[in-house]
C-alpha cells in the first residue's frame, strides 16, 4: 500500500446476499460495489474476493461458481462461470479463497478441494485433493512452483510440488481446531513460512533447510514460541523488514458447530464469545 498512490490504498468486504464493497482505507470511505448477479436477477453471496495481482480485476468465490468484474467498472460481474456441473467433473462447494501465479490461478474450496485455473479462459487443469477439511487459504511460492493450502480443523499444511502436480512435497504440522480461517504466510524470498496455532503460539520453517530427499514428508519447524494466550489466525511477514505481524482470537458458540466438511458458514446469530483479541509485532532480525 502506497499512501502516493490512491489506487492502492482500497480493500474490499462481503456479506450475505450483499454486494461487493471496495472502500478508501485512508478515509474509510466506500469507493464502489460490485454485483453478483444470478439467472433471477437477484444479488448472490460473495465468500470470498481477492484482487488480481495487478489490481485490474476482482475474482468473488460463491457455491460452484466463480465471478469476475472489472474493478474500473462498479455494477455487475464480467462474467461467471461454474466450478461443477452435473454429470462432469470439476470443484464442489463454496469456493474459499483464492491464489495468483502468471496466468494460472488456483481456488479453494469448502469441499476439500482446491482447483487450478488457467486465469486466460478459466478451465479447470486440475483438482488437488488432500485435505480433511475446507480449505480457507492458499499460497503460492514467488517461483509459483510450490502452493501452500491449509484448512479448517485440519492439523495439515500442505505444500504441493506443481512442478510433478498433484504430489505433496512436505507437510508442516500445526494445531487447528476451529472453523474458522487461521492464515499462514510466506515472507517475500519465498523460503520461510510462518504459522500461528490453535493454543496461541506461532511456528515457522525455513523452507531451504528441508530434506526433500526423506520419504519422511512431515518437517520439523525452525523455530516455536509462544505470541498470543488465544488462538493465533492472522499472520503476515513485512515486505521489506525483519517483521512479523501476529493477531488473536477465536469464535466460541454455545450453539451448534458446524462440520469441517460443511459448505456452509456459521450462523449470524450464534452467540460469540472472543478473548484475547489483540495485534503483535515481532522482530525477527538479530
Not at 105 to 118: E, H, M, V
Not at 144 to 161: C, H, I, M, P, T
Request: proline share 2%; hydrophobic share 35%; glycine share 8%.
Amino acid at each position: 500500500m502506497d499512501r502516493e498512490d490512491a489506487c492502492t490504498c482500497t480493500f474490499l468486504t462481503s456479506a450475505q446476499l450483499t454486494p461487493i464493497h471496495l472502500w478508501d482505507s485512508v478515509v474509510g470511505e466506500l469507493k464502489s460495489s460490485y454485483k453478483i448477479v444470478n439467472q433471477m436477477d437477484e444479488i448472490d453471496t460473495a465468500y470470498s474476493v481477492a484482487f488480481t495481482p495487478d489490481g485490474s480485476f476482482i475474482f468473488a468465490g460463491s457455491t460452484k461458481q466463480i465471478s469476475i468484474f472489472d474493478a474500473a467498472q462498479p455494477g455487475k460481474q464480467l462474467e461467471s462461470f461454474k466450478t461443477h456441473k452435473k454429470r462432469q467433473a470439476g470443484q464442489i462447494g463454496i469456493i474459499s479463497c483464492f491464489d495468483f501465479f502468471n496466468q494460472t490461478f488456483a481456488a479453494g474450496s469448502y469441499s476439500k478441494t482446491i482447483g487450478i485455473y488457467d486465469q486466460r479462459n478459466n478451465k479447470q487443469t486440475m483438482i488437488l485433493d488432500g485435505h480433511s477439511g475446507g480449505v480457507t487459504h492458499i499460497k503460492y511460492s514467488p517461483d509459483g512452483n510450490l502452493l501452500y493450502s491449509g484448512a479448517r480443523k485440519d492439523n495439515e499444511l500442505l505444500v504441493w510440488d506443481m512442478r510433478t502436480p498433484g504430489s505433496i512435497l512436505a507437510v508442516l504440522q500445526r494445531n487447528v481446531q476451529t472453523n474458522q480461517r487461521m492464515y499462514f504466510d510466506l515472507d517475500p524470498s519465498g523460503r520461510y513460512v510462518a504459522t500461528g496455532h490453535y493454543d496461541g503460539s506461532v511456528a515457522l520453517w525455513d523452507m531451504n533447510s528441508l530434506d526433500y530427499s526423506s520419504t519422511e514428508q512431515i518437517s520439523q519447524s525452525l523455530l516455536n514460541f509462544n505470541a498470543h494466550h488465544d488462538c493465533v489466525n492472522g499472520i503476515s511477514f513485512h515486505p521489506t523488514l525483519a517483521m512479523l505481524a501476529t493477531t488473536s482470537g477465536k469464535r466460541s458458540s454455545t450453539g451448534s458447530v458446524l462440520s469441517s466438511s460443511s459448505d456452509s458458514n456459521h450462523s449470524d446469530d450464534e452467540d460469540l464469545v472472543v478473548s484475547d483479541n489483540s495485534v503483535k509485532l515481532w522482530w525477527l532480525g538479530e
